[in-house]
Protein backbone atom coordinates (compact mmCIF):
# COMPACT_ATOMS: atom_id res chain seq x y z
CA UNK A 1 0.00 0.00 0.00
CA UNK A 2 2.86 2.23 0.80
CA UNK A 3 4.16 2.00 -2.71
CA UNK A 4 1.51 2.77 -4.41
CA UNK A 5 1.62 5.97 -2.64
CA UNK A 6 4.81 6.81 -3.01
CA UNK A 7 4.45 5.75 -7.10
CA UNK A 8 2.28 8.45 -7.82
CA UNK A 9 3.69 11.15 -9.95
CA UNK A 10 3.63 13.99 -6.35
CA UNK A 11 3.21 11.11 -3.86
CA UNK A 12 3.22 13.38 -0.78
CA UNK A 13 0.67 15.43 -1.98
CA UNK A 14 -1.16 12.08 -2.75
CA UNK A 15 -0.94 11.44 0.87
CA UNK A 16 -1.71 14.72 2.02
CA UNK A 17 -5.16 13.81 -0.19
CA UNK A 18 -5.48 10.00 1.58
CA UNK A 19 -5.25 11.62 4.97
CA UNK A 20 -7.61 14.31 4.80
CA UNK A 21 -10.48 12.25 3.23
CA UNK A 22 -9.60 10.17 5.43
CA UNK A 23 -10.16 12.80 8.66
CA UNK A 24 -12.91 14.58 7.00
CA UNK A 25 -15.08 10.83 7.81
CA UNK A 26 -13.20 9.45 10.91
CA UNK A 27 -13.51 12.72 12.52
CA UNK A 28 -16.58 13.81 12.05
CA UNK A 29 -18.05 10.39 12.92
CA UNK A 30 -15.53 9.77 16.09
CA UNK A 31 -17.58 12.78 17.17
CA UNK A 32 -20.95 11.09 16.28
CA UNK A 33 -20.46 8.11 17.97
CA UNK A 34 -18.67 9.20 21.23
CA UNK A 35 -21.69 11.46 21.85
CA UNK A 36 -24.92 10.17 20.37
CA UNK A 37 -24.02 6.55 20.09
CA UNK A 38 -22.37 5.19 23.16
CA UNK A 39 -22.71 1.79 21.70
CA UNK A 40 -20.65 2.26 18.30
CA UNK A 41 -18.09 4.98 20.11
CA UNK A 42 -17.22 3.68 24.09
CA UNK A 43 -16.30 0.32 25.41
CA UNK A 44 -15.72 -0.47 29.10
CA UNK A 45 -13.15 -1.47 31.18
CA UNK A 46 -13.35 -2.59 35.19
CA UNK A 47 -17.05 0.05 34.76
CA UNK A 48 -14.72 2.84 34.00
CA UNK A 49 -15.76 3.99 29.89
CA UNK A 50 -13.36 4.14 27.47
CA UNK A 51 -14.23 6.14 24.11
CA UNK A 52 -12.99 4.69 21.43
CA UNK A 53 -14.88 6.73 18.47
CA UNK A 54 -14.66 4.52 15.22
CA UNK A 55 -11.63 2.58 16.58
CA UNK A 56 -11.15 -0.67 18.26
CA UNK A 57 -9.91 1.12 21.16
CA UNK A 58 -8.96 4.43 22.94
CA UNK A 59 -5.55 3.73 21.62
CA UNK A 60 -6.89 3.79 17.85
CA UNK A 61 -8.75 6.69 18.35
CA UNK A 62 -5.89 8.49 19.75
CA UNK A 63 -3.76 7.28 16.41
CA UNK A 64 -6.19 8.48 13.96
CA UNK A 65 -6.12 11.87 15.95
CA UNK A 66 -2.32 11.83 15.65
CA UNK A 67 -2.34 10.95 11.63
CA UNK A 68 -4.60 13.67 10.81
CA UNK A 69 -3.17 16.02 13.64
CA UNK A 70 0.00 15.72 11.50
CA UNK A 71 -1.90 16.26 8.38
CA UNK A 72 -3.34 19.35 9.19
CA UNK A 73 -0.31 20.87 11.17
CA UNK A 74 2.05 20.23 8.13
CA UNK A 75 -1.00 21.71 5.38
CA UNK A 76 -1.33 25.00 7.58
CA UNK A 77 2.53 25.29 8.10
CA UNK A 78 3.92 24.71 4.59
CA UNK A 79 2.58 25.78 1.52
CA UNK A 80 1.72 23.71 -1.12
CA UNK A 81 1.18 24.31 -4.71
CA UNK A 82 -0.28 22.72 -7.89
CA UNK A 83 1.73 22.20 -11.10
CA UNK A 84 -0.05 25.74 -12.08
CA UNK A 85 1.67 27.39 -8.98
CA UNK A 86 -1.41 28.02 -7.43
CA UNK A 87 -2.00 27.13 -3.40
CA UNK A 88 -3.32 23.99 -2.69
CA UNK A 89 -3.72 24.74 1.19
CA UNK A 90 -7.44 24.06 2.44
CA UNK A 91 -9.53 26.95 3.63
CA UNK A 92 -9.19 28.81 7.01
CA UNK A 93 -12.96 27.28 7.98
CA UNK A 94 -11.80 23.80 7.57
CA UNK A 95 -9.34 24.40 10.49
CA UNK A 96 -11.63 26.12 12.08
CA UNK A 97 -13.70 22.94 12.17
CA UNK A 98 -11.51 20.02 12.46
CA UNK A 99 -8.49 21.01 14.73
CA UNK A 100 -11.03 21.72 17.41
CA UNK A 101 -13.08 18.06 17.23
CA UNK A 102 -8.88 16.75 17.03
CA UNK A 103 -8.81 18.45 20.05
CA UNK A 104 -11.98 17.39 21.94
CA UNK A 105 -11.17 13.44 20.46
CA UNK A 106 -7.79 13.34 22.20
CA UNK A 107 -9.25 14.74 25.40
CA UNK A 108 -11.72 11.70 25.15
CA UNK A 109 -9.61 9.14 24.27
CA UNK A 110 -6.74 10.31 26.94
CA UNK A 111 -4.16 8.53 24.43
CA UNK A 112 -0.61 10.09 26.56
CA UNK A 113 1.61 8.48 23.42
CA UNK A 114 -0.44 10.06 20.66
CA UNK A 115 -0.73 13.37 21.94
CA UNK A 116 2.92 13.52 22.64
CA UNK A 117 3.50 12.26 19.57
CA UNK A 118 1.49 14.84 17.93
CA UNK A 119 3.20 17.80 19.96
CA UNK A 120 6.54 16.56 18.94
CA UNK A 121 5.20 16.27 15.11
CA UNK A 122 4.40 20.24 15.84
CA UNK A 123 7.44 21.41 16.97
CA UNK A 124 9.39 19.44 14.34
CA UNK A 125 6.85 21.45 11.62
CA UNK A 126 7.74 24.90 13.58
CA UNK A 127 11.21 24.08 13.14
CA UNK A 128 11.19 23.34 10.37
CA UNK A 129 9.72 26.29 9.20
CA UNK A 130 12.75 28.62 11.02
CA UNK A 131 14.88 30.72 8.43
CA UNK A 132 17.92 28.88 10.00
CA UNK A 133 16.37 25.71 8.75
CA UNK A 134 14.41 27.06 5.84
CA UNK A 135 17.40 27.86 4.21
CA UNK A 136 19.66 24.77 4.81
CA UNK A 137 17.61 22.19 5.21
CA UNK A 138 19.98 19.29 5.85
CA UNK A 139 20.51 20.94 9.25
CA UNK A 140 16.92 19.63 10.66
CA UNK A 141 17.92 15.76 10.24
CA UNK A 142 21.28 16.93 12.13
CA UNK A 143 19.21 18.24 15.18
CA UNK A 144 17.23 15.65 14.81
CA UNK A 145 19.86 13.22 15.33
CA UNK A 146 21.56 15.00 17.65
CA UNK A 147 18.84 15.56 20.29
CA UNK A 148 17.74 12.24 19.61
CA UNK A 149 21.66 11.07 21.35
CA UNK A 150 21.57 13.96 23.89
CA UNK A 151 18.10 12.83 25.17
CA UNK A 152 19.57 8.86 25.64
CA UNK A 153 22.63 10.53 27.46
CA UNK A 154 20.46 12.74 29.37
CA UNK A 155 18.13 9.53 30.12
CA UNK A 156 21.20 6.97 31.58
CA UNK A 157 22.67 9.98 33.01
CA UNK A 158 19.53 11.37 35.18
CA UNK A 159 16.74 9.08 33.86
CA UNK A 160 14.73 12.16 33.21
CA UNK A 161 12.19 10.01 31.57
CA UNK A 162 10.47 9.47 34.66
CA UNK A 163 10.10 12.24 35.26
CA UNK A 164 8.36 13.48 32.32
CA UNK A 165 6.03 10.74 32.60
CA UNK A 166 4.85 12.22 36.14
CA UNK A 167 4.52 15.94 34.08
CA UNK A 168 2.28 13.91 31.61
CA UNK A 169 0.03 12.46 34.81
CA UNK A 170 1.30 9.32 33.97
CA UNK A 171 3.01 6.93 36.46
CA UNK A 172 6.47 5.92 36.02
CA UNK A 173 5.97 2.23 35.15
CA UNK A 174 3.71 3.34 32.12
CA UNK A 175 0.08 1.86 33.36
CA UNK A 176 2.21 -1.43 34.70
CA UNK A 177 3.90 -1.59 30.79
CA UNK A 178 7.39 -1.78 32.37
CA UNK A 179 6.69 -5.21 34.50
CA UNK A 180 4.92 -6.56 31.49
CA UNK A 181 8.36 -5.67 29.21
CA UNK A 182 10.55 -7.50 32.28
CA UNK A 183 7.67 -10.34 32.58
CA UNK A 184 8.03 -10.74 28.25
CA UNK A 185 11.89 -10.97 27.94
CA UNK A 186 12.24 -13.42 30.59
CA UNK A 187 10.07 -15.63 28.47
CA UNK A 188 12.55 -14.59 25.12
CA UNK A 189 14.29 -17.92 24.82
CA UNK A 190 16.18 -17.32 21.88
CA UNK A 191 17.53 -13.88 21.36
CA UNK A 192 18.73 -13.88 18.30
CA UNK A 193 15.83 -14.79 15.83
CA UNK A 194 13.17 -15.10 18.37
CA UNK A 195 10.68 -16.91 18.44
CA UNK A 196 9.49 -16.81 14.52
CA UNK A 197 7.27 -13.91 12.56
CA UNK A 198 4.25 -12.91 14.38
CA UNK A 199 4.74 -16.34 16.00
CA UNK A 200 5.42 -15.09 19.67
CA UNK A 201 1.66 -14.63 20.83
CA UNK A 202 0.40 -18.18 20.17
CA UNK A 203 -0.26 -21.35 22.00
CA UNK A 204 0.54 -22.22 25.64
CA UNK A 205 2.58 -19.16 25.66
CA UNK A 206 -0.44 -16.68 25.20
CA UNK A 207 -2.61 -18.67 27.51
CA UNK A 208 0.74 -17.91 30.47
CA UNK A 209 0.72 -14.15 29.53
CA UNK A 210 -2.89 -14.13 29.48
CA UNK A 211 -3.51 -16.10 32.77
CA UNK A 212 -1.51 -13.25 34.88
CA UNK A 213 -1.77 -10.10 33.06
CA UNK A 214 -5.23 -10.18 31.31
CA UNK A 215 -6.29 -9.98 27.69
CA UNK A 216 -3.22 -8.13 26.22
CA UNK A 217 -2.32 -9.39 22.44
CA UNK A 218 0.95 -7.10 22.28
CA UNK A 219 4.35 -6.05 23.91
CA UNK A 220 3.14 -2.55 24.06
CA UNK A 221 6.73 -1.19 22.62
CA UNK A 222 7.10 -2.44 19.15
CA UNK A 223 10.48 -2.69 19.57
CA UNK A 224 10.18 -5.40 21.87
CA UNK A 225 7.81 -6.75 19.92
CA UNK A 226 10.17 -7.06 17.42
CA UNK A 227 12.80 -8.63 19.64
CA UNK A 228 10.22 -11.51 20.88
CA UNK A 229 9.26 -12.50 17.11
CA UNK A 230 12.39 -12.01 15.25
CA UNK A 231 15.18 -11.43 17.96
CA UNK A 232 18.14 -9.25 17.72
CA UNK A 233 18.04 -9.68 14.07
CA UNK A 234 14.53 -7.99 13.70
CA UNK A 235 15.53 -4.67 16.20
CA UNK A 236 18.61 -4.75 13.68
CA UNK A 237 16.39 -4.51 10.65
CA UNK A 238 14.56 -1.81 12.11
CA UNK A 239 17.20 0.15 13.47
CA UNK A 240 18.67 -0.06 9.62
CA UNK A 241 15.55 1.05 7.85
CA UNK A 242 15.08 3.97 10.28
CA UNK A 243 18.83 5.10 9.45
CA UNK A 244 18.61 4.16 5.73
CA UNK A 245 15.07 6.51 5.51
CA UNK A 246 16.84 8.86 7.69
CA UNK A 247 19.60 9.49 4.99
CA UNK A 248 17.13 9.01 2.14
CA UNK A 249 15.45 12.33 3.43
CA UNK A 250 18.50 13.69 3.95
CA UNK A 251 18.83 13.44 0.06
CA UNK A 252 15.24 15.21 -0.04
CA UNK A 253 15.04 18.83 1.17
CA UNK A 254 16.40 20.63 -1.91
CA UNK A 255 14.02 19.29 -4.10
CA UNK A 256 10.52 19.50 -2.16
CA UNK A 257 11.40 20.69 1.52
CA UNK A 258 7.64 20.20 2.31
CA UNK A 259 7.67 16.76 1.57
CA UNK A 260 10.72 16.07 3.03
CA UNK A 261 9.68 17.64 6.05
CA UNK A 262 6.77 14.98 6.37
CA UNK A 263 8.54 12.41 5.44
CA UNK A 264 10.70 13.14 8.25
CA UNK A 265 7.74 13.47 10.67
CA UNK A 266 6.72 9.71 9.78
CA UNK A 267 9.65 8.39 10.32
CA UNK A 268 10.62 10.16 13.56
CA UNK A 269 6.92 9.76 15.05
CA UNK A 270 6.26 6.29 14.05
CA UNK A 271 9.77 5.79 16.23
CA UNK A 272 8.67 7.48 19.18
CA UNK A 273 5.02 5.91 19.18
CA UNK A 274 6.66 2.71 19.25
CA UNK A 275 8.03 3.07 22.50
CA UNK A 276 4.90 2.90 24.12
CA UNK A 277 3.26 1.14 21.54
CA UNK A 278 3.67 -1.98 19.08
CA UNK A 279 2.73 -0.94 15.55
CA UNK A 280 6.03 -2.49 13.60
CA UNK A 281 4.19 -5.61 12.71
CA UNK A 282 1.14 -6.29 10.88
CA UNK A 283 -1.54 -4.27 9.67
CA UNK A 284 -1.22 -1.10 11.45
CA UNK A 285 -1.95 2.50 9.67
CA UNK A 286 1.53 3.60 11.48
CA UNK A 287 3.53 0.84 9.74
CA UNK A 288 2.35 2.02 6.67
CA UNK A 289 3.36 5.65 7.27
CA UNK A 290 6.39 4.74 8.60
CA UNK A 291 6.88 2.88 4.98
CA UNK A 292 6.09 6.02 3.60
CA UNK A 293 8.27 8.08 5.09
CA UNK A 294 11.65 5.22 4.45
CA UNK A 295 10.56 4.63 0.74
CA UNK A 296 12.02 7.04 -1.98
CA UNK A 297 11.57 6.38 -5.49
CA UNK A 298 13.86 8.41 -7.71
CA UNK A 299 12.49 11.05 -9.16
CA UNK A 300 9.43 11.38 -7.60
CA UNK A 301 9.70 14.62 -6.19
CA UNK A 302 9.18 18.32 -7.83
CA UNK A 303 11.99 21.18 -7.34
CA UNK A 304 10.95 23.26 -4.29
CA UNK A 305 11.96 27.05 -4.45
CA UNK A 306 13.64 28.32 -1.15
CA UNK A 307 10.98 31.13 0.28
CA UNK A 308 12.67 34.65 -0.48
Given at each position: M???V????????A???????????L????????K?Y?A?????H????L???????????G?I?????????????????????K??????S????????????????????????????I?????????????D?????????V???????????????????????????????????????????????G??????????RL???Q??????V???????????????????????????????????????????????????????????????????????????????????????????
Amino acid sequence: MALVVVTEVRPYMAIGVILKRLAFILIPLSVLFIKYYPALGRSYHRGQPLYTGVGDGKNALGAICLITGIYFAWNLLFEHKNKNGKSQNLHYSVYLIIIPMIVWLFYMANSITSLVCLVFAIFLFLTAKHPLFNRDPHKIIIISVVGAVIFGIMELAFGIKDNIFIMLGRRTNLTNRTDIWEYLLGMAKNPIIGVGYESFWLGERLNIIQGRWGPIVQAHSGYLEMYLNLGIIGVFFIICWIFSGLISVNRHPNNDYPAAMLRLCFILVVALYNYTEATFYGVSSMWILFFIGIFNIPGKSTPYKQPT
